[in-house]
């Protein structure tokens, strides 16, 4: 994007329409117990899996060069981008695509259409559309969804599907399908004035705490502690001020006050923040509501904010002063705010920007290399250099350069900051005019070096394509529209990556994400380079059973020619909320396994089952029929769907439907077709001795009870855990005399990485270190497979930037469930 274009962008993203929730009280006066819209994940077929479906678009108007399936692989990709929030036990699916033909289905799900009656200037809205009656469950009451919609513009010719905006658009309205509203902490749920992710790094920590508490997963509520207080003016609580925690390690975490002016901001890591409440903006042009939320209600309707307060921080400063203790699993109370009234908010909805050349960058964003930078802002209240106002930094090691402020055009001013001892990462600014105060949570990044950007691409024989250019590494992700490529190496600033699959002449537009946020998006102008692709090998599968039985599990196969699931993404889509693919495995090339879960409230119908290939499609050459009102035993995995068993363990199976009492005599059960012995079975509960000989990976499970075969099942054989057996860095073994150090890339070889049937997964592998008397995790950047060592990979991490006073940095790295032992790796501060 050119400096010109910045005018347009600004005027633009002034008329868009995103930690907070949709919400009901009993009463507005008083303590009130507030009801939350969430979906009910009992009510998917397996506890998590919520999925979307695409409806049939139709004629679109695109962007030169679009396509229709490069859009619909960027709406994937979006929806994707919330299964990265671990926190959240809530997962979205693709589903399939979907007609006005498709059968009728009685689970949860999320529907994108197209539509050509969405108000001028509007990209996309997107929010619950059904819900059930307020249930009780084990969090409390809350109202189920049962349906969300996110509508698009048949028109998208302004906005290309490759853009990062339309990119950030789409991720932020599937937050809202999910029930997250807007929120004013710069996360993707913040507006696109003041939102400041990127494609590369779409999630704060804002919207990954607004998704963890509507769905916590137990590691949120053990991992994470909270901040409880008040808000009053003139002792009365103050409604929707919004409270805002920041640490100088980046993201800010916000939440909005009750009816009544109490709050509780939960999601915060441990750790020391600066907190502070500021009111909300008012609406802006083209926004519905006084502070563009869908306000909370009661029994008299809705319930609107309280009036314009100054911004505070804690405890009772206009600036901050002093920071509040975080820990684990712990509530830090009365952090309490008495603020004053003012006539009106003035001060607000700034953006910002900078510039690496001719291009704009935004959010704002300054290279620590060069040791200072200039950030552009405009927004209400900060479009003139006036005696009374001025913009300051607000965390250690970098500073505003003094008497720098000065106008950039009209409507816009600038100002330099000099960031020679500032971490990396998202950094607040704030804003004064006369008596009212302002922050942008993050308002600028400090990076480390300057984005990506490609300099040629090379298409070779084997299908895979390899990419040279600038600042490319092991923590750069090549994305052909929005498919992710898989990594075939990365070597001398160049990169190798399989080609995925897409109709022959499809057009994909080539990216370039660095996991510090920064892509070639933001560096190479409006278009990006495009690869053309060759046919692809036909393709077809076969889905065995045939039938699938409402209310039951089955291990379903996959067996097709045409195609390699070890080279390339790929998903199983059955085009119904009510089959839920409770976990994959890929014993072969051509061959997966598909443990399934169908919901007892199934209608009878046809699922049409699609392997979605890269961006292509394959659909299965006969449906499977789902048969509902009949009654069939089978083994209820639970648990041992994500997790491993031992070899000649002893197995408790829960088997549902079945008879309550059962002579061990009348079950058979094999395990990998080898008999298991039977110890015992009463009231569904069956436990086995496994066989002591069961190789390591998915062992189909047969379970005979008294002459009923029940669906054929499915367990994962543990492997030996995985072992770190040596590092390098820059090329070099890392050691006493070549120590690695903080924020080094860190190539690690990994023994027993994946188990059988199993593929290498980045986003599956954590590495963490214990010391100094803190938990650090590391960024895992990317795997990488070892030639003729099947189960052993290279991971590649960026070690974490915290300086650490230790010597040998100990290393534990975890597959899911399986943990290494720890491998001391020779470290310097």
Do not use: C
């Amino acid at each position: 994007m050119s400096r010109r274009l910045l005018g347009l962008l600004v005027a633009a993203s002034f008329g868009a329409s995103a930690h907070y929730h949709w919400v009901r009280y009993s009463s507005r006066n008083g303590a009130s117990q507030p009801v939350y819209d969430r979906f009910d994940l009992s009510a998917l077929p397996d506890g998590r899996s919520l999925p979307f479906f695409i409806n049939e678009p139709g004629a679109l108007q695109l962007a030169p060069n679009d396509s229709t399936a490069a859009l619909l692989s960027q709406i994937r990709a979006a929806a994707s981008v919330w299964n990265q929030v671990d926190t959240a036990e809530i997962k979205l699916v693709f589903g399939g695509m979907r007609s006005a033909s498709s059968p009728a289905m009685n689970s949860p799900w999320v529907e994108v259409e197209f539509s050509d009656e969405i108000p001028p200037g509007v990209i996309a809205m997107g929010g619950p559309t059904s819900r059930a009656d307020t249930v009780v469950g084990p969090g409390g009451a809350f109202t189920p969804i049962t349906k969300s919609t996110l509508r698009l513009p048949r028109n998208l010719s302004n906005r290309p599907s490759w853009g990062e905006r339309l990119f950030l658009t789409l991720v932020h309205e599937f937050g809202h399908t999910l029930g997250l509203q807007h929120s004013w902490a710069s996360g993707v749920m913040s507006t696109e004035i003041t939102r400041a992710t990127t494609k590369a790094a779409p999630l704060s920590a804002d919207d990954a705490a607004g998704l963890s508490f509507l769905y916590p997963s137990a590691q949120f509520r053990q991992t994470t502690g909270a901040i409880a207080g008040r808000v009053t003016l003139n002792n009365n609580g103050v409604h929707l001020a919004s409270v805002v925690a920041y640490s100088a390690r980046g993201w800010a975490v916000s939440t909005l006050t009750h009816p009544d002016g109490t709050y509780r901001l939960e999601g915060l890591a441990p750790g020391a923040y600066f907190v502070y409440v500021h009111p909300l903006p008012p609406s802006l042009a083209g926004e519905p509501q006084p502070v563009n939320l869908d306000l909370p209600t009661d029994p008299a309707g809705r319930i609107p904010p309280s009036g314009a307060f100054n911004l505070q921080f804690y405890p009772g400063t206009p600036t901050p002063q002093t920071t509040v203790p975080v820990a684990a699993e712990q509530t830090t109370q009365n952090i309490n705010f008495a603020v004053t009234a003012r006539s009106a908010v003035n001060l607000h909805s700034v953006q910002t920007y900078s510039f690496n050349g001719q291009d704009t960058l935004k959010p704002a964003t300054i290279f620590a290399p060069a040791g200072r930078g200039t950030v552009v802002f405009s927004g209400f209240g900060a479009t003139a250099a006036t005696p009374n106002f001025s913009v300051n930094t607000l965390l250690p090691g970098d500073g505003a350069v003094a008497g720098s402020l000065r106008p950039y055009t009209a409507g816009y001013l600038q100002f330099d900051i000099a960031v020679t001892g500032a971490a990396q990462g998202p950094r607040p600014l704030l804003f004064t005019l006369g008596d009212e105060h302002y922050v942008l949570p993050s308002a600028y990044t400090v990076a480390g070096k300057t984005p990506p950007s490609i300099t040629s691409i090379t298409s070779n024989p084997d299908r895979t394509m390899t990419i040279t250019g600038q600042n490319l590494g092991a923590g750069t992700s090549v994305w052909f529209d929005g498919t992710p490529a898989r990594l075939r190496s990365a070597e001398n600033g160049a990169l190798t990556v399989a080609v995925p699959p897409a109709p022959a002449g499809h057009r994909s537009a080539v990216a370039l994400l660095n996991a510090d946020g920064q892509s070639s998006l933001l560096f190479q102008g409006p278009v990006p380079p495009f690869y053309i692709h060759d046919a692809p090998d036909a393709a077809s599968f076969t889905v065995s059973p045939s039938t699938l039985i409402a209310g039951t599990e089955s291990l379903v196969e996959i067996n097709g020619t045409g195609f390699n699931l070890e080279e390339q993404p790929f998903s199983l889509s059955t085009g119904t909320s009510d089959i839920a693919i409770k976990r994959i495995w890929v014993p072969a090339p051509n061959r997966a396994m598909a443990l399934v879960s169908v919901s007892p409230n199934a209608a009878s119908a046809a699922a049409a089952w699609v392997l979605n290939l890269g961006l292509a499609a394959v659909s299965a050459q006969s449906p499977s029929l789902v048969l509902s009102g009949v009654k069939q035993a089978y083994v209820a995995s639970g648990e041992l769907a994500r997790t491993s068993v031992q070899a000649g363990a002893s197995l408790a199976l829960s088997v549902a439907n079945g008879p309550a009492i059962a002579a061990v005599s009348a079950i058979t059960v094999t395990v990998a077709d080898r008999p298991a012995q039977v110890l015992s079975y009463s009231a569904g509960q069956l436990t086995v001795q496994l066989p002591a000989s069961l190789p390591a990976g998915p062992a189909p499970l047969k379970v005979n009870i008294g002459g009923e075969a029940l669906p054929l099942s499915v367990i994962q054989i543990a492997s030996p855990p995985p072992q770190i057996v040596g590092a390098i860095v820059n090329g070099a073994a890392v050691a006493a005399s070549a120590p690695a150090r903080p924020s080094d890339v860190v190539s690690l070889l990994v023994a027993n990485l994946t188990e059988p049937g199993q593929i290498a997964d980045a986003s599956r592998i954590r590495l963490i270190s214990v010391a100094a008397g803190q938990t650090i995790e590391h960024a895992v950047l990317a795997v990488l497979p070892v030639a003729g060592q099947p189960g052993t990979g290279i991971v590649q991490a960026a070690l974490s930037g915290q300086t650490l006073p230790v010597t040998s940095l100990p290393l534990v790295l975890s597959v899911e469930d399986r943990l290494s032992s720890v491998y001391q790796l020779p470290y310097r501060p």
